[in-house]
């Protein structure tokens, strides 16, 4: 058992490809004294366990020993971080659980908007950060003009940075040797009061919620008594441990450790991230620092195809918010659609992988609509209200005003591409805030309506960028704009579910372009479709989906029958993903039409 | 309770001169003259395993289909069509039908298949215009597909079908009833008059020439329609029109879903065994030369499965409703030993939405549910 003095936490800061994983393996390799197939095999055979047990995918944190050139023992944990701009809360809290940092930069690519994000976020919070340069190896590795981006954009000193390659295995040693001698040892006071910080929870089917936590004060022991200061519940700890990467079941975390405790708590609301564990005979005064609730900020429906699903569909959320506590749900009712959820997701990315957990895990199929960000709107009584789906907006001559959120986007860029950049930007109604140059790289700010990002603003940016520029932004406020319903209607019906809310400068051509592209998709059908956009009571735009003529197979004879019927049953499952709407099928990529609006144009 | 549907007997004879670029069935290129003393052998050999399940029964139509069965010659047709009476009884006013190529090869021994017992003919001549049957891949021309219909008539063949195509690459409506009106012209007694569809595992599945639009198919199938019903052609399934009392006998009872036994490389078969109320389809080995080894191993030559009950309703509607007049609903009973209720509730939601009617105990498509059969049955799927 290490002592605290021999204790380092960190977390590796890359971007995706940037060949974190690669290096977290490496790192296991290294300190665990076992071969790359030996290690493939028990990484492999964890995975298994989880994927069967239906808990994460992988290993939030791993505690590795490494033995220095010095010939002391360090216990090293690292902290995994989700790398995605819609998961930046749940990145705060793993790096609060850390000393130290390590920077991954690809030498080749250097820095991108995302990292920079996080590594402010590591700085904020008093981390050491430590730059590398990985995949030093490419012939197209430019160490030199990388550090140089390090120094401008990021502001640490990169003269000490090492440059290594996680693949070859390459300065991995050096690597370990800087971080123990850079990364502080955890401060934390062993005969203090307990506190824990909740760096993430999840649900496991057997075990209840498995909370990954950072022992900050004093420690916590086997068949302890717990509170979870939010909920203020006290559990009996059960079991808890370290991953190695496996789960490796432990007596006690001391101060400055990391691992996971389990508390027979039943849902992930009584254990949530960022939340501070302590001693239900021996409470602390106050939590640790940081904890907020999970705030969705992207909301769309989500609808059987069959209604039947309806239950089944309330279940499977039911599962999945046990947890992803940022997974938010409540009954609606559409017109066109039935009975559905409304559902609150962090952000576009976060709700597909819901949808497609949903539609793997649980084998449902569904419609999502096209996800709409929270609107405030003032009524005219002076009250204010927050809407999060476009049919729910009062009639016109209740609404004073209507706000929409405002969010300042970070856009790193190299300076060829700034140019079609900021002509995106003022395209989706951006108002630049600043702008600086970074060796090869720009730094620039955007104020911009949310809205317009959520929509296809990550894919426009990386095309009009060849893929260069990445971006990470962050909630400003609310602002008053004249905003406007959209509605479309179907052979003459309005749709509730197609209904936007939209800037009335762009509402024409948003309304064309939209009956257009549900021309496209909406597939021929019995009859002619009409397809209309309508504000308020005013047609702005037509088109029609003309009418199929016939359908049926020409030639049938007794041979053919069970080829034939496969025929149909194939026919069939292509219809799947439809929702009917009055006798019309309207396919999945319909109801997010407004997604693909622009995209090629 | 299931009754003993009347029997027919499908023969498969899978060899071709070449293999057309639409053609979905088990064909295949024929190098050199197909070994047909062996295969009518296999065949025989074929049919006596099948015996056991038809025992008692008397076969009312044949169909000798490929491929290209004129390939064979007149005496190995009439081996066959002697072996199989020696085996099982066939009734005397049985329909045999030979499929046959238009070219001068095979119309030349249209005679000797008349005497060895054919008593129909089902000519492949698809289209008279050069351009099309060249793109079809098909090896006659426009002068033998003119005199093949002769040929027929003089062989002793009053009763003969002519298949044809509508919506060929780049065929406009005009060419199409042009088409038509010369097989008409031609006097057959039966046409099938059906549009060329691009299956999968075909040549123009993977490289798709340029078809017609579909306003410009429609445009040729309303008014061919039309064009047959004036000169007498009656529309019985989707693409079959028949002079009165023409209607194919044995293709009827495919419709009316009846048993045929399956004999030949790739053949399916349905035998109902109403000991057990049980119908079970059988299939042989597709490739001929396999099937050929594999004569006399009858676990080798091919497969059987039990249809289940719950399969039963579809496959019924799936043949039953390509008829023009529909079923009679005790029929369904018959032949599927379900009562005609188990379709419900999709049977009323089709009758509601007007895809299906019911008229004098018989269940019919209406003119759109005919026109949208693939969307009706979907209806009655899973």
Not at chain 1, 81 to 98: I, K, M, N, Q, W
Not at chain 1, 262 to 285: E, L, N, Q
Not at chain 1, 532 to 556: D, E, W
Request: hydrophobic share 40%; glycine share 8%.
């Amino acid at each position: 058992m290490a002592d605290q003095q021999h204790i380092r936490n960190f977390s590796i800061i890359a971007h995706i490809d940037h060949g974190k994983s690669t290096l977290a393996d490496r790192f296991i390799q290294t300190c665990g004294g076992l071969s790359a197939r030996e290690m493939s095999e028990q990484v492999l055979d964890s995975m298994d366990i989880e994927r069967e047990r239906g808990i994460t995918i992988k290993a939030q944190s791993v505690t590795l020993h490494y033995k220095a050139r010095n010939g002391e023992t360090y216990q090293l944990n690292l902290i995994d971080t989700p790398g995605h701009v819609d998961f930046s809360y749940e990145v705060s809290r793993s790096l609060a659980a850390c000393e130290g940092a390590l920077l991954v930069v690809d030498a080749a690519q250097g820095v991108e908007a995302q990292s920079v994000a996080n590594c402010y976020t590591a700085i904020e919070q008093g981390l050491e950060v430590l730059p590398v340069l990985n995949k030093i190896d490419l012939p197209s590795a430019e160490p030199e003009r990388v550090c140089q981006e390090i120094e401008e954009i990021i502001g640490v000193p990169a003269d000490e940075a090492l440059r290594i390659s996680a693949k070859t295995g390459f300065g991995v040693d050096d690597l370990l040797e800087q971080l123990v001698a850079k990364v502080p040892p955890p401060k934390g006071d062993p005969e203090a009061p307990l506190q824990a910080l909740i760096i993430d929870s999840w649900f496991d089917n057997y075990l209840g919620v498995v909370s990954l936590v950072r022992v900050v004060n004093g420690f916590i022991n086997r068949k302890q008594r717990i509170t979870i200061m939010s909920t203020g519940k006290s559990h009996l700890v059960e079991k808890l441990g370290v991953f190695t990467p496996k789960p490796f079941d432990k007596e006690v975390l001391q101060t400055g450790e990391v691992g996971f405790v389990i508390a027979g708590i039943k849902d992930i609301f009584g254990a949530p991230v960022g939340d501070t564990i302590t001693a239900s005979d021996r409470p602390c005064k106050a939590p640790l620092p940081g904890f907020q609730q999970v705030q969705p900020r992207v909301f769309a429906g989500l609808y059987p195809v069959e209604s039947d699903d309806y239950e089944s569909l309330r279940e499977a959320l039911n599962k999945l918010h046990l947890n992803d506590a940022a997974l938010q749900y409540e009954p609606e009712t559409s017109q066109a659609l039935g009975f559905g959820f409304r559902c609150g997701f962090l952000g576009m990315l976060h709700m597909e992988i819901i949808q497609e957990r949903l539609e793997r895990e649980y084998d449902l199929d569904l419609i999502t609509t096209a996800p709409t960000v929270v609107y405030e709107v003032l009524k005219t009584d002076d009250t204010t209200i927050q809407i999060d789906n476009p049919s729910k907006l009062p009639p016109p001559n209740e609404i004073a005003e209507i706000r929409e959120p405002i969010i300042e986007a970070n856009i790193l860029v190299p300076q060829d591409y700034l140019g079609n950049v900021i002509t995106l930007c003022i395209e989706k109604r951006g108002v630049q805030t600043k702008m600086q140059y970074m060796g090869g790289q720009v730094s620039i700010s955007f104020e911009l309506p949310l809205s317009e990002v959520v929509l296809d603003f990550f894919d426009r940016l990386k095309s009009v960028s060849r893929g260069f520029a990445s971006f990470d932004y962050e909630f400003r406020r609310f602002q008053a704009a004249p905003l406007i319903k959209l509605d479309i209607l179907i052979n003459g019906e309005r749709v509730d579910a197609l209904s936007l809310i939209v800037h009335r400068d762009i509402s024409q051509s948003r309304g064309r372009d939209l009956v257009e592209r549900m021309k496209d998709l909406i597939p021929r059908q019995m009859f002619e479709v009409a397809i209309q956009a309508a504000i308020g009571s005013k047609i702005i735009a037509r088109s029609s989906v003309k009418a199929m003529r016939k359908n049926v197979l020409a030639k049938c004879y007794g041979g053919d029958i069970t080829r034939k019927k496969k025929l149909l049953e194939k026919q069939k499952a292509g219809k799947k993903r439809m929702k009917q709407v009055g006798k019309i099928d309207i396919p999945q990529e319909a109801f997010l039409a407004v997604l693909r609006v622009n995209k090629d144009s | 309770m299931l009754a003993i549907p009347p029997l027919s007997l499908y023969i498969h004879i899978p060899w071709c001169v070449r293999k057309c670029p639409y053609c979905d069935f088990n064909s295949h290129r024929a190098d050199g003259a197909p070994p047909e003393s062996s295969y009518v052998n296999a065949l025989l050999a074929d049919l006596e395993r099948e015996l056991p399940a038809v025992a008692g029964r008397t076969v009312e139509t044949i169909f000798i289909g490929g491929g290209t069965p004129s390939l064979f010659g007149a005496d190995a047709i009439g081996a066959l069509l002697a072996g199989v009476r020696a085996r099982v009884e066939v009734a005397e006013e049985a329909e045999i039908t030979l499929e046959a190529n238009p070219g001068t090869a095979e119309s030349g021994k249209f005679r000797g298949f008349r005497e060895a017992g054919v008593n129909r003919l089902s000519i492949g001549v698809q289209s008279f215009e050069p351009e099309p049957l060249r793109r079809l891949g098909r090896i006659h021309g426009r002068e033998e597909a003119l005199r093949a219909a002769d040929l027929a008539r003089e062989a002793g063949f009053d009763n003969f079908n002519l298949d044809l195509m509508f919506g060929l690459p780049e065929q406009s409506p005009d060419q199409a009833l042009e088409d038509l009106q010369t097989a008409i012209g031609l006097g057959p007694t039966h046409l099938s008059f059906y549009q060329l569809t691009l299956e999968p595992n075909t040549l123009f599945h993977k490289y798709p020439p340029p078809l017609p639009e579909d306003d410009a198919i429609w445009a040729m199938q309303r008014e061919g329609q039309a064009r047959l019903a004036e000169h007498g052609y009656c529309q019985y399934e989707v693409s079959a029109y028949g002079q009165e009392g023409f209607r194919c006998r044995h293709n009827l009872n495919y419709w009316r879903f009846g048993d045929y036994l399956g004999l030949g490389a790739g053949a399916h078969g349905k035998v109902t065994d109403p000991k057990t109320g049980t119908i079970t389809r059988t299939w042989k080995i597709k490739h001929p030369q396999h099937y050929l080894d594999a004569a006399g191993q009858p676990e080798r030559q091919g497969g059987r499965k039990k249809v289940e009950r719950d399969e039963l309703p579809f496959e019924f509607l799936m043949n039953a409703l390509r008829l023009r007049e529909g079923f009679a609903e005790a029929l369904f009973f018959e032949r599927t030993g379900l009562p005609v209720e188990i379709l419900e509730p999709k049977l009323s939601a089709c009758l509601d939405e007007g895809w299906l009617e019911r008229r004098n105990g018989f269940l019919r498509c209406t003119e759109t549910g005919y026109n949208f059969l693939d969307n009706v049955l979907q209806r009655f799927l899973r």
